[in-house]
Structure formats: structure tokens, C-alpha cells
Nanobody
């Protein structure tokens, strides 16, 4: 069974940090690009960060550049999102997703996790 399971979300004060993890099973993890999307209440799900299968290429949405870092460990079949200097506007459910190639469009990703809540208080 193909599965992505996120963890690491929680409540943090503005300026704080969180590290999200996405553990994969049932797929050849090293063959997939991975991404983190987020969805705030009442808003569309948006791309936050992505990483190629090799880890050599990464891309970020402008609002998180310089604060978030995406990485992966293919041996552990896990992707990560290190989030620093968090802001209240980062509050959202964060989803990890897998695709055959790195992209920024939601519909390019065909495998999704269940999401983890990140709440940043001011």
C-alpha cells in the first residue's frame, strides 16, 4: 500500500521553528520528486517547496524562501521541511506529495499524505 505519513506539526510562537517529516512506504521513494503544499482555512492548497528525486534541485514559493528548507533522505524514505522564523501567515495544514518529476502545480502530484497542522501564534 502506497502511503505518505506526515509528522512534526504543532503550535509555535512567531519566530519559532518546526521540522516536518514525511515518511513514505509502498513506493520506490528515490524515483519520486517530493513536495510540501499547504492549505490555510478558506484558501486553496498552495505549493510551498519541492525537491527532485536526487535532492540536487529544490524550489520554493517566494513567501518561504530563506526561511524554509526542504531535504530528503532516500535511504530512510523520508522527506523533511525545516521551517524557521515562522509567521502567523504560515498557519495551515501541510501536506507532502510525490510525483514523477519536480513541479509546482498541485495536479502534477498523484500521491498525498493526510496532512499535519501547523499553527503559528502572534
Amino acid at each position: 500500500q502506497v502511503q505518505l505519513v506526515e509528522s512534526g506539526g504543532g503550535l509555535v510562537q512567531a519566530g519559532g521553528s518546526l521540522r516536518l517529516s514525511c515518511a513514505a512506504s509502498g513506493l520506490t521513494f528515490s524515483s519520486y520528486a517530493m513536495a510540501w503544499f499547504r492549505q490555510a482555512p478558506g484558501k486553496e492548497r498552495e505549493f510551498a517547496a519541492g525537491i527532485s528525486w536526487s535532492g540536487l534541485n529544490t524550489t520554493y514559493t517566494d513567501s518561504v524562501k530563506g526561511r524554509f528548507t526542504i531535504s530528503r533522505d532516500n535511504a530512510k524514505k523520508t522527506a523533511y521541511l525545516q521551517m524557521n522564523n515562522l509567521k502567523p501567515e504560515d498557519t495551515a495544514v501541510y501536506y507532502c506529495a510525490a510525483a514523477f518529476r519536480l513541479g509546482i502545480v498541485r495536479y502534477e502530484y498523484n500521491i498525498w499524505g493526510q496532512g499535519t497542522q501547523v499553527t503559528v501564534s502572534s
